[in-house]
Nanobody, 123 residues
Framework: QVQLVESGGGLVQAGGSLRLSCAASGRIFSINAMGWYRQAPGKQRELVAAIINGGSTNYADSVKGRFTISRDNVKNTVSLQMNSLKPEDTAVYYC?????????????????WGQGTQVTVSS
């Protein structure tokens, strides 16, 4: 009923920039928090940045000042602008959203994940 589709990953040299985008589709009633997580090989998935419906943001210390999260509440999208990329930013990045959807009979709030997009930063 609801899907998150990511785009924008790729290979970039250290110091470069990438922009990730995620679009939510389906029978969406409202979207609460949206965010980006990442998982590097052999490591746990970690929060990179999050933004709530009111616009407040939260960033991992490792990306503060380099990454910027934004959302478009009309288009149901969330983006992550990543600047000054470092090799340690290499990971699979996942879009995440808490979405209230209408099934036709009831409303339900559920957490959804995108399929993941690879970001590789070469030194």
């Amino acid at each position: 009923q609801v899907q998150l589709v990511e785009s924008g990953g790729g290979l970039v040299q250290a110091g470069g920039s990438l922009r990730l985008s995620c679009a939510a589709s389906g029978r969406i009633f409202s979207i609460n928090a949206m965010g980006w997580y990442r998982q590097a090989p052999g490591k746990q998935r970690e929060l990179v940045a999050a933004i709530i419906n009111g616009g407040s943001t939260n960033y991992a210390d490792s990306v503060k000042g380099r990454f910027t999260i934004s959302r478009d509440n009309v288009k149901n999208t969330v983006s992550l602008q990543m600047n000054s990329l470092k090799p340690e930013d290499t990971a699979v990045y996942y879009c995440n959203a808490d979405i209230t959807y209408y099934s036709g009979l009831y409303y339900r709030t559920q957490t959804y994940w995108g399929q993941g997009t690879q970001v590789t930063v070469s030194s």
